[in-house]
């Protein structure tokens, strides 16, 4: 029988769809990654828009008056502002490590690589 004609045995098919099925893991890690993302701008989002309607709305309120509450307010507005920031950074650096891994499944089999793409 010829080497070029011979049928993939039983042992090649469940490995190549073991592979197949980490890469699908690790796609659903990333899409994981990607709400985190999605998450953090909102969460960043919240704090920038408090403080614009703080500043439209200050013409109404003396700020020296109600400097507790602002205080409080800048407070928690810089809170939410770095945990959406560090679950951004934290988000990014997995989509990264996600790449990194599929680019590494990719390269060490030309044949699965072509069925990963598809998937990606």
Do not use: W
Not at 8 to 14: F, G, Q, R, T, V
Not at 38 to 45: C, D, E, F, K, M
Not at 111 to 119: I, R, T
């Amino acid at each position: 029988m010829d080497m070029s004609t011979r049928r993939p045995s039983l042992l090649d098919i469940e490995r190549k769809q073991l592979i197949i099925n980490e890469v699908e893991l690790l796609l659903a890690e990333k899409r994981t990654s990607l709400s985190g993302i999605r998450t953090g701008l909102t969460i960043v989002a919240l704090p920038l828009s408090v403080l614009m309607l703080l500043v439209v709305l200050s013409k109404y309120y003396d700020p020296s008056s109600v400097l507790p509450a602002i205080v409080i307010i800048g407070t928690i507005c810089v809170v939410l502002f770095a945990f959406g920031s560090i679950l951004i950074l934290r988000s990014h650096n997995q989509i990264v490590e996600c790449d990194r891994k599929i680019k590494k499944i990719k390269e060490q089999d030309k044949e699965v690589e072509a069925l990963v793409d598809d998937l990606d």
